[in-house]
């Protein structure tokens, strides 16, 4: 069955920057924005773009990511002729081994591209916060006569060491590509969003796949492949709100970036909606003591303190007399009367007992501030304290940030 385009998404990533939060599932299936999963975005994007195939690669903690994506139905992705299929690694008669880099994932489904007979195919990462047509990235590509076409963005130039870095010519057309350069000759980083001709990546895949000597993956390996052989390489420049949800500090700062209109981060612009899937929850409960201001809150909560500029997911419970403030609650977070909890992240399930403080100000702790980190299921007893910037994991131990 003949596609012009399909996508595949890379989620198979352990996300160990994301330490205690990731212990059980895969990065893409972390909850954000209170009622989303970050795998939302990239999904979302498919369905708008128009693309109805989509390629969900999964290798690490896979089940709870597989569960939610389940048919695709919320995404609209559930058709008969494409829609999502999970691809976690397999053996076949020759053997099988885990995917080796994000090259050798898609490699290893060549047979599920070649199905669908696609001219074109785009690549994505399942822990990127953002909006994007892909449609018009793939009008680019076309436009552009490119075996590849590479999402670019500029970003200041004391950060561009971070990332991939492209240099480009009068026509963006890509002429030079340095991974993580000490020294950068530009500021356009690559956002690992790519567009392929297929019949070109095809090649370049198997020929990666027979060099013992690749790591197997894009920006190592084929990017710089394709470079050297003088192919036609495009970049297509976005412009709009984009972010590596990587860490966590970053996934704090995203999910602060959406209670801010001006981030650019809008979730309510019907013209480009993402798509979850829904809670099957009673509706939120504010109790008549209750103070919500800036925060975003969702069904099945229970409120009767004190939430300001949080994230609040599906089933949290604020009791009264307790605060939480400039920080994310993940589902079914609990926290106890007289407790305050502040610029913290609470893993799914955490219990906060009575007068516990977990956090604080920055303004407060000028020397070693950070962000206070709880494992999912963390249960912390009455009356504890826990500093700015400590992280503790699922037995209330603590976990030192590397």
């Given at each position: 069955?003949?596609?012009e385009?399909?996508a595949?998404?890379?989620?198979?990533?352990?996300?160990?920057?994301?330490?205690?939060?990731?212990?059980?599932?895969?990065?893409?299936?972390?909850?954000?924005g209170?009622?989303?999963?970050?795998?939302?975005?990239?999904?979302?994007?498919c369905?708008?773009?128009?693309?109805?195939?989509?390629?969900?690669?999964?290798?690490?903690r896979?089940?709870?990511?597989?569960?939610y994506?389940?048919?695709?139905?919320?995404?609209?992705?559930?058709?008969?002729?494409g829609?999502?299929?999970?691809?976690?690694?397999y053996?076949?008669?020759?053997?099988?081994t885990?995917?080796?880099g994000?090259?050798?994932?898609?490699f290893?489904?060549i047979g599920?591209?070649?199905?669908?007979?696609?001219?074109?195919?785009?690549?994505l990462?399942?822990?990127?916060?953002?909006?994007?047509?892909?449609a018009k990235?793939?009008?680019?590509?076309k436009?552009?006569?490119?075996?590849?076409?590479?999402?670019?963005?500029?970003?200041?130039w004391?950060?561009a060491?971070?990332?991939g870095?492209?240099?480009?010519?009068?026509?963006?057309?890509i002429?030079?590509?340095?991974?993580?350069?000490?020294?950068?000759?530009?500021?356009l980083?690559?956002?690992?969003?790519?567009?392929?001709?297929?019949?070109?990546?095809?090649?370049?895949?198997?020929?990666?796949?027979?060099n013992?000597?690749?790591?197997n993956?894009f920006?190592k390996n084929v990017?710089?492949?394709m470079?050297?052989?003088?192919?036609?390489?495009?970049?297509?420049?976005?412009?709009?709100?984009?972010?590596?949800v990587?860490t966590?500090d970053?996934l704090?700062?995203a999910?602060?970036?959406?209670?801010?209109?001006?981030?650019?981060l809008?979730?309510?612009?019907?013209?480009?909606p993402?798509?979850?899937?829904s809670?099957?929850?009673?509706?939120?409960?504010?109790?008549?003591?209750?103070?919500?201001?800036?925060?975003?809150?969702?069904?099945?909560?229970?409120?009767?303190?004190?939430?300001?500029?949080s994230?609040?997911?599906p089933?949290?419970?604020?009791?009264?007399?307790?605060?939480?403030?400039?920080?994310?609650?993940?589902?079914?977070?609990?926290?106890?009367?007289?407790?305050?909890?502040?610029?913290a992240?609470l893993?799914?399930?955490?219990?906060?007992?009575?007068?516990?403080?977990?956090?604080?100000?920055p303004?407060?702790?000028?020397?070693?501030?950070?962000?206070?980190?709880?494992?999912?299921?963390?249960?912390?007893?009455?009356?504890?304290?826990?500093?700015?910037?400590?992280?503790?994991?699922?037995d209330?131990?603590?976990v030192?940030?590397?």
């Open positions: 069955m003949k596609k385009c399909i595949m998404l890379l989620a198979g990533g352990q996300g160990s920057r994301l330490y205690v939060l990731t212990g059980d599932m895969a990065k893409p299936a972390v909850p954000f209170g009622k989303y999963r970050i795998i939302d975005f990239p999904l979302s994007n369905t708008n773009s128009g693309i109805d195939t989509v390629g969900v690669l999964t290798q690490y896979p089940l709870e990511l597989n569960s994506i389940g048919s695709g139905q919320p995404w609209d992705l559930d058709s008969a002729d829609g999502v299929h999970i691809l976690p690694p053996m076949g008669s020759k053997g099988g885990w995917y080796k994000t090259a050798n994932a898609i290893q489904n599920f591209i070649d199905m669908y007979e696609p001219d074109y195919v785009v690549i990462s399942g822990d990127h916060i953002y909006k994007m047509n892909y990235m793939v009008e680019r590509h436009a552009a006569n490119a075996a590849c076409t590479i999402s670019v963005m500029e970003v200041p004391e950060e060491p971070r990332f870095i492209m240099s480009v010519d009068g026509e963006d057309m002429t030079e590509f340095a991974e993580k350069p000490k020294e950068p000759k530009s500021n980083a690559s956002m690992g969003i790519y567009v392929f001709s297929w019949k070109a990546l095809r090649q370049y895949l198997i020929d990666d796949e027979n013992p000597a690749s790591e993956d920006g990017i710089p492949a470079l050297g052989n003088h192919e036609r390489m495009a970049a297509y420049r976005f412009q709009g709100y984009w972010k590596d990587g966590l970053s704090w700062d999910n602060m970036d959406m209670l801010a209109p001006e981030s650019g809008d979730l309510h612009d019907r013209s480009w993402i798509y979850a899937r809670v099957n929850a009673a509706p939120a409960f504010l109790g008549p003591q209750s103070s919500v201001t800036h925060s975003a809150f969702n069904r099945g909560s229970d409120l009767e303190g004190v939430v300001e500029n994230v609040l997911s089933n949290v419970d604020v009791a009264p007399g307790a605060r939480v403030s400039y920080s994310v609650l993940l589902p079914g977070a609990k926290v106890e009367a007289g407790a305050v909890v502040e610029y992240i893993g799914e399930g955490c219990r906060i007992g009575k007068d516990c403080r977990v956090g604080g100000k303004e407060d702790f000028p020397e070693g501030w950070g962000l206070t980190v709880l494992a999912p299921n963390c249960v912390l007893p009455d009356g504890k304290n826990v500093a700015p910037g400590v992280m503790l994991d699922c209330g131990k603590e030192p940030k590397k």
